[in-house]
């Protein structure tokens, strides 16, 4: 504790250098000069409480929503001072909501220790003391030598030391990491892949020095010293050298790695990392709501403070005889009164801030969010997939988005790549029965014979069949120890690779002749036509995103040195020194017009003393522990340069299913979709023709290759200008990655205005920070439209994370993108039924849930307000505290949380055939302010009602007599407060129920339950209570007073007429405007009702046919026995009455709630009909 108090102070910061150094099996230096450096423990911990801080940081973190913190301010105000209200009013609710929401996190929370002490006890393998020790994950510290075996997950963060293999390879899958499937190769070096047995590593004089830790799964720089004889060798370590935790170990029976990074220091642990709260436009409209309610609140609380001053001016109203004042109360301070008596209105009318309002919504979200899941039209059989939901917070937001910014490669297209063409020193090539024949030239070859490659040819595939990181798996118990023993088995092998593309190239090559056969880390094989030939690996040149290009260096078989690359045209055209350049780059943009993903492939011949120098400067840059990547970065530039040309590839992406529909779908429901891929021009350009993304009328406006911000600001205005002069209904822009940059550079404002003027906007050669730029430029607008960005690949996370809401696909391009997304689906097409039913449902709920909540606390609490004008501002309650503390906790929370997890104004399938009826409730327009004020005056109307209507027709009521009876001026008796009250909240609790069923489109069994339930629940309680003397009760004011109340035929009389005087101008309303000013939505109700209707009916009348058909059948003589046969009894129908009949038809023709309003079953499974 005193360390951590320490490190937050900034006295004992946990790491004193940007590295550290790791002594492999813990041997530290001798002499007494060494400070040993502090590292964390191997633990994982994902949980957020522990048993001493559960109750402090919980309380901290719900008090800090502002409701809570609200009502334990009005708690501890009736606790200190003498207010109208018992504190168990406030008191009660409130430790509800808190209870349930710190039980439901509390519980949360345990699953999180169960599964961390799960991960933390498992049993592991150590070398200790010159023998192997198990004991457990926990226990690991940094420097420990770990053995994992085959099929296992790694327990820390561990540099590979050696395994089972000669050569200290080994392979593993990242799936739980980055969900890529594909093995991965990691290597050893060389001096301590000897040390395969306990003894050797035991002896094993090594350290480590590496970096500190961090989240980036894919970057490691270090170096380790070996000492040997002592002689110091030093070799760099990176990514390949590194395995992580939570990996697993495949096709290789054991590895022993020394711990680097343990705990929450490993790289899956720093990947935690909580993502940015997200907030939904409801949410913020409800805080809005929240404050003006407030507002009320202070407003009623200081005019009756005011008006009881005001009053009790004149003596008489001052001191009655019945209430004398004491001398203490006499001499008291006036300030201090009137803050006292404001306090107290302030408890009084407290309940118009709905405190119950939050864990309903928080309850709402969370059982909505299950819809999603179990919807089978989100569901993908082929992979097995269905929608999932990683945030319940943002489900009425997937109703309001009018952008949304997807990827092209795995997301519109289906991440499978096939081989098309190809260009070789300028000729276009064509695959044809596993032969590369020029373009325009038949095969007339017979079927098996060896074809004939002339040099370029055979060059241009070895290139690609050795260019890449393809790794091969065998069907063999325990892999492929050497994998070149395997030469003949290619039925066995298949290839694996995190880039479709290699895949696709290196069995496009199989196919041709020249096979891959695998590669040991030292070597790599390929087979041309039968002929075995083996390279000798001597350096890898990886890929990233900002060269956008990889190469190999080989040896030859003949002794030569050799370079390959490819990589996008981009990145290889402007490096070429020799070849059929501008053949190659027309037939590069023949390729990408067709919609094929394209690469370049280009090779570089070292001389002896080139490749010295190239061999020592990547070695000095890979031993580097400052500044590695730029260094790397600029030695791959001098390496790769002076390069000659091989030729082009040309690989088929296919388009996804129904993404032309969904795309039309989002269009006419208002919503703007905008691609952003990675993919060069002209490519991107083909594929969003043919996915619909751009029409072929479209007017396709252009901002590329800019060179300067002159040259780009003025071709804006050009642009801008272009759209006000055409009268063409639809523009698209396409933007490069290039010209993006210097547009977002100073001319934002322009660049926006063109893009808002465009239907479809296209931006290619994009890098994932670009994408996220784009969509926080579009986010941040004046207007603050909401977005949504959907992708399949670790590059679109930012992009991701950026949007209001993101979405990811579960592709071939690994998990990133699924786990940092709020929602994920299997296929673009699902993606219409997402935001254009689930979101219309959801957004249609949660706006009328909240503008309910608020209105029935007004109805609540404005009566209140009102009886203080007929009680001297006494502040004398109108309700009993019972009745105060369950209001919104029992009697009128049920209908409005089931009505808003069941609710559909229109049948899903209507959703989906009219994209159109989104219009109606996009820009929160449910929950507008011109709608808020609606419902909030709606309800002071209801409360006028509830108040003046009871006071008018029950006033004079001399019949009940309950206690707390007041002598009016005209000296008639007026029935008893109590009674008053509780006939006014029996009103409101009947007609708040009344009116959210007047609000119901859709009718399930639970509707009815809860609505009717909910009215027999509140006077069954007020009988029992009112009924029985509480001893628990230290006053029983309602002793006998509801009883009384319904025993009177005045009572239900006033009851009845105050209730229809309250719903019947809402009916009238909702009938003339459905009838005169109709909303879409509305229509598509009313046509929904005559098909439903219409075809009742006609099923009715073919029934009736029927069974007139079945009466002439049975008139007429028997037929034959084939006919017989043909018409079995079961397709006869029942005999029914003619009585039964006419009862049935108009049940079955009733319309809405004859259909919408079905029972049991179909109210739950209905919503899945669609």
């Not at 309380?59 to 200190?80: G, K, S």
């Not at 190999?552 to 490096?575: D, H, M, N, R």
Request: aromatic letters at 12%; proline letters at 3%; a neutral charge.
């Amino acid at each position: 504790m005193l360390r951590w108090i320490r490190q937050q102070l900034g006295f004992d910061p946990p790491h004193q250098s940007d590295t550290r150094t790791v002594y492999i099996a813990n041997r530290f230096p001798q002499h007494g000069h060494y400070i040993p450096q502090r590292f964390a423990d191997n633990r994982i911990i994902s949980s957020k409480y522990t048993i001493w801080n559960f109750v402090p940081k919980n309380l901290f973190e719900q008090f800090r929503r502002i409701a809570n913190f609200y009502f334990l301010i009005i708690f501890l105000v009736q606790l200190m001072i003498d207010t109208p209200t018992s504190p168990v009013t406030s008191g009660l609710p409130l430790f509800f909501v808190i209870t349930v929401t710190a039980i439901k996190q509390g519980y949360e929370d345990w699953l999180r220790h169960k599964a961390d002490n799960e991960v933390n006890g498992a049993p592991v393998f150590v070398v200790r003391s010159g023998s192997l020790v198990q004991t457990r994950s926990k226990n690991i510290r940094v420097g420990d030598i770990v053995r994992v075996a085959k099929d296992e997950t790694f327990p820390a963060d561990l540099v590979l030391l050696s395994s089972d293999r000669a050569e200290g390879t080994c392979h593993i899958t990242t799936a739980s990491l980055d969900g890529e499937t594909n093995l991965k190769t990691h290597f050893a070096v060389p001096e301590t892949a000897v040390s395969q047995s306990v003894s050797r590593l035991e002896a094993l004089q090594a350290v480590v020095e590496c970096q500190q830790p961090e989240a980036d799964l894919y970057r490691f720089v270090g170096r380790i010293t070996v000492t040997q004889q002592g002689e110091e060798i030093v070799r760099p370590l990176g990514p390949e050298n590194l395995l992580l935790r939570g990996a697993r170990l495949k096709n290789t029976k054991e590895i022993f790695g020394v711990a680097v990074y343990t705990g929450m220091e490993s790289k899956m642990a720093l990947n935690y990392k909580c993502k940015s709260q997200k907030r939904s436009a409801v949410e913020k409209s409800m805080n809005t709501f929240l404050i003006i309610y407030l507002g009320i609140l202070l407003f009623e609380a200081i005019l009756s403070t005011i008006l009881k001053y005001a009053w009790q001016a004149e003596d008489k109203w001052n001191e009655p005889f019945y209430n004398q004042k004491t001398d203490l109360e006499r001499n008291s301070s006036q300030i201090l009164k009137f803050i006292s008596d404001f306090l107290a209105f302030l408890v009084l009318y407290n309940f118009i801030i709905p405190i119950s309002l939050y864990v309903t919504v928080e309850m709402q979200k969370f059982l909505g969010s299950f819809f999603i899941g179990w919807d089978l039209d989100l569901y993908h059989e082929e992979s097995d997939e269905k929608a999932q939901v990683n945030t319940s917070d943002l489900n009425e937001e997937l109703g309001q988005v009018e952008y949304v910014f997807t990827d092209k490669t795995g997301t519109l297209t289906e991440n499978e790549m096939q081989f098309r063409e190809c260009s070789i020193n300028g000729i276009k090539y064509q695959e044809i029965n596993g032969k590369l024949i020029p373009e325009g030239v038949t095969d007339d070859s017979p079927d098996g014979s060896i074809p004939h490659l002339i040099r370029e040819e055979e060059l241009f595939l070895k290139a690609v069949s050795l260019c890449h990181t393809v790794q091969i798996s065998y069907d063999q118990a325990d892999g492929f120890g050497e994998p070149f023993s395997h030469t003949n088995g290619f039925s066995q092998m298949e290839y694996y690779a995190s880039s479709p593309d290699e895949k696709a190239l290196v069995e496009a090559t199989k196919r041709m002749g020249v096979t891959f056969i695998g590669s040991n880390g030292e070597y790599m094989e390929i087979k041309t036509f039968g002929k075995a030939e083996r390279y000798k690996l001597l350096h890898v040149l990886e890929f990233d995103a900002n060269r956008r290009r990889m190469s190999v260096i080989l040896q030859t078989p003949s002794g030569e040195k050799v370079l390959f690359t490819k990589g996008a045209e981009s990145a290889i055209l402007p490096y070429i020194k020799s070849g059929e350049l501008e053949k190659t780059r027309v037939h590069v943009d023949e390729f990408a017009l067709k919609g094929l993903r394209t690469l370049v492939v280009a090779c570089r011949h070292f001389s002896a003393e080139e490749y010295k120098d190239v061999d020592r400067r990547l070695h000095e840059a890979r031993t580097a522990l400052q500044q590695r990547e730029e260094r790397l970065a600029d030695v791959f530039s001098f390496i790769e340069q002076d390069l000659e040309l091989l030729g082009a590839t040309g690989v088929e992406d296919k388009l996804q299913e129904k993404v032309q529909e969904t795309i039309e779908a989002l269009r006419l429901a208002g919503i703007k979709v905008w691609v952003l891929t990675g993919d060069k021009h002209e490519t991107a350009v083909s594929v969003s023709l043919s996915c619909g993304h751009f029409h072929r009328t479209m007017n396709i406006l252009e901002l590329v290759q800019q060179k300067s911000d002159n040259e780009c600001a003025e071709q804006l205005r050009r642009l801008a200008r272009r759209i006000k002069e055409d009268h063409v209904i639809q523009h698209g822009l396409v933007v490069d990655g290039a010209s993006l940059s210097l547009a977002l550079r100073g001319h934002e404002k322009l660049f926006m205005e063109v893009c808002k003027n465009c239907s479809a906007v296209l931006c290619c050669r994009m890098a994932p920070l670009q994408k996220a730029k784009v969509v926080r430029l579009l986010k941040t607008s004046p207007e603050k439209p909401i977005t949504l960005a959907i992708g399949d690949g670790a590059n679109d996370v930012s992009m991701i994370q950026e949007a209001h809401v993101g979405i990811g696909i579960m592709g071939k391009e690994g998990r990133q993108a699924v786990r940092n997304s709020d929602y994920a689906i299997a296929r673009f097409k699902f993606l219409s039924k997402l935001l254009l039913v689930h979101g219309h449902f959801y957004y249609i709920r949660i706006a009328t849930l909240v503008q309910y909540f608020f209105y029935k606390n007004v109805c609540f609490i404005t009566p209140q307000f009102l009886y203080q004008f007929f009680c001297l501002f006494s502040q004398q309650t109108l309700y009993d505290s019972v009745y105060l503390t369950l209001y919104n906790i029992c009697f009128t929370s049920l209908p409005i949380l089931v009505y808003s997890l069941f609710e559909q104004l229109v049948h899903p399938h209507v959703l989906q055939s009219k994209p159109a009826l989104y219009r109606d409730i996009s820009k929160n327009s449910m929950l507008s302010f011109k709608t808020f004020l609606y419902w909030t005056l709606l309800g002071f109307c209801h409360a006028f009602v509830f108040f003046f209507g009871s006071y008018i027709l029950m006033g004079e009521d001399t019949t009940l007599l309950g206690n707390g009876q007041i002598l009016r001026a005209n000296r008639q008796l007026m029935f008893g407060n109590w009674t008053f009250g509780t006939l006014v909240f029996t009103v409101m609790v009947i007609t708040v129920t009344l009116k959210l069923a007047l609000e119901t489109h859709f009718w399930t069994w639970m509707n009815h339950f809860v609505t009717w339930g909910s009215i027999a629940f509140y006077f069954i309680f007020s009988l029992f209570y009112g009924g029985i003397i509480w001893p628990f009760l230290h006053t029983q004011d309602m002793y006998f007073v509801f009883v009384q109340l319904l025993s009177s035929g005045s009572a239900w009389f006033a009851i009845i007429i105050i209730v229809t005087g309250c719903l019947f101008p809402d009916v009238i309303k909702k009938v003339l405007y459905r009838h005169l000013q109709p909303t879409s939505t509305q229509k598509s109700q009313m046509e929904e009702d005559k098909v439903s209707v219409s075809s009742e009916y006609d099923s009715a009348q073919s029934r009736n046919r029927g069974e007139d058909n079945w009466q002439l059948l049975a008139a007429s003589p028997p037929p034959a026995l084939g006919a017989a046969l043909s018409s079995p009894s079961l397709l006869r129908p029942s005999r029914v009455s003619r009585a039964q009949s006419a009862a049935w038809t108009p049940c079955a023709a009733s319309g809405r709630r004859g259909r919408r309003g079905r029972a049991s079953v179909s109210g739950w499974a209905g919503w899945w009909s669609g």
